[in-house]
């Protein structure tokens, strides 16, 4: 029975492959946090290009199942289209680490806490939400968190609407400026990656429902 069970993808591979993306996504998060408020900055790099092959692996581990088995708990596109999702939140929060080592000294102690506070909710979302697509939670449920999802996603541009006006205040030094605005754009594109996934789990929570 085991052979038939792995021919059908009903062992959960599937699920096991993309809840594992989701706790990288998350990873990836904690180490920016890290990186923040830490003097070892090119350590903290290096964790994250970690943390980002490492889910890159797991994203060419999913395309080799797919290529592998009959038949599916999820549709392909499906499956893909949220791997895909969840791989750029790693590789979009590597991008931001990358440049903030380069742009340190120009930048103010506490400048991205809120983005930062915002990102690591957005994630946690994400992966609480993947997770409910191995217990098939109801429709309900998902709209719930994909809803909290919209308002994290709001409450961001809320706040870089604020950022924005403070620093074309005239009272920045224009350098500076055009540096906090790059990363700050950098983080509202890792949020935006969080909302993506989570519209595609919505979206095969719909489907199934």
Not at 96 to 120: A, D, H, M, N, W
Not at 200 to 207: G, N, T
Request: charged residues 30%; glycine residues 2%.
């Amino acid at each position: 029975m085991n052979w038939f069970k792995k021919i059908v993808g009903h062992d959960e591979k599937f699920f096991d492959l993309l809840e594992a993306s989701a706790n990288q996504a998350e990873s990836s998060v904690a180490l920016l946090v890290k990186m923040l408020k830490s003097t070892s900055d090119i350590d903290a790099l290096d964790e994250m290009a970690r943390t980002r092959r490492k889910d890159k692996r797991i994203t060419e581990e999913i395309t080799e199942q797919l290529c592998k088995t009959f038949v599916t708990p999820l549709d392909r596109e499906d499956i893909e289209a949220l791997s895909s999702a969840l791989y750029k939140i790693p590789k979009t929060v590597e991008k931001f680490g990358e440049k903030y080592l380069v742009c340190r000294p120009y930048l103010e102690s506490g400048s991205f806490t809120r983005q930062t506070e915002i990102l690591e909710q957005t994630t946690a979302t994400v992966a609480t939400m993947v997770t409910h697509l191995r217990k098939r939670t109801h429709l309900e449920q998902i709209k719930k968190e994909n809803d909290r999802l919209h308002y994290l996603e709001g409450e961001a541009d809320k706040l870089i609407l604020q950022l924005t006006h403070d620093l074309y205040s005239g009272k920045r030094d224009p350098l500076k400026v055009i540096i906090h605005m790059d990363l700050y754009n950098i983080l509202e594109k890792v949020i935006d990656r969080c909302r993506d996934a989570g519209n595609v789990i919505f979206q095969i929570v719909l489907k199934y429902s």
